[in-house]
């Protein structure tokens, strides 16, 4: 199983768009995929204890999306020059055997400056291998993405939109 990650709980954001745009042209290849925004999280899981103890909004989070998937897609947006800390929170409250180890994933970056987050993804990257995740060569940074797309969230810029479409392929291909 595929699941695309979008990793912020920022409301209406791009990197919620890009990642809705990934998940559909990915699932239109391969229905085996499922999509997680940061943003329905239940947030109860945040409390001292939750290194220790995994709480039922962990468990359950970890049960449907992470424990039977194979390969993970990150939508990260550049939040101060690396990766959104809620997505870190996140990764530090399940159980990384089970949700991680051998497993593989592909990094997509976001940014409205001109770097594509690119430092943020080798953040991410540097924790992912950590934990025994092999990623994906060639990361996708996307820069100024409001300029890419229009007021419905479609990806209106053809070479974008081709960098996508070929990041998918390389993807099904990993």
């Known amino acids: 199983m595929n699941l695309v990650i979008s990793g912020t709980n920022k409301t209406n954001s791009n990197t919620l768009l ?9 699932s239109a290849k391969d229905p085996d995929t499922q999509f997680l925004s ?3 999280l239940s947030y109860d899981f945040i409390v001292p204890t ?3 103890r995994h ?3 962990v468990e359950k989070t970890q049960s449907k999306y992470f424990n039977d998937t194979n390969k993970f897609i990150f939508i990260l947006p550049e939040y101060n020059g690396s990766l959104p800390g809620i997505l870190k929170l996140l990764i530090d409250g399940l159980d990384v055997k089970k949700a991680f180890h ?6 997509v970056g976001v940014a409205t400056g001109r770097a594509g987050n690119l430092r943020g993804m080798d953040h991410l990257t540097g924790i992912l291998q950590h934990m025994r995740v092999t990623v ?3 990361s996708l940074p996307i820069s100024k993405v409001e300029d ?3 007021e419905g969230g479609k990806i209106i810029h053809e070479p974008t939109s081709r960098a996508l479409d070929t990041h998918i392929q390389r993807l099904l291909e990993f």
Do not use: H, Q, V
């Not at 890009?18 to 990915?26: D, F, K």
């Not at 051998?102 to 990094?107: E, H, M, P, T, Y």
């Open 18 to 26: 890009i990642a809705r745009e990934y998940y559909n042209r990915l």
């Open 38 to 40: 940061l943003e329905d």
């Open 50 to 52: 939750m290194y220790d």
């Open 55 to 57: 709480s039922d909004t």
């Open 102 to 107: 051998n497993k593989k994933a592909a990094l």
């Open 136 to 138: 994906m060569p060639g």
């Open 148 to 150: 890419l797309m229009n």
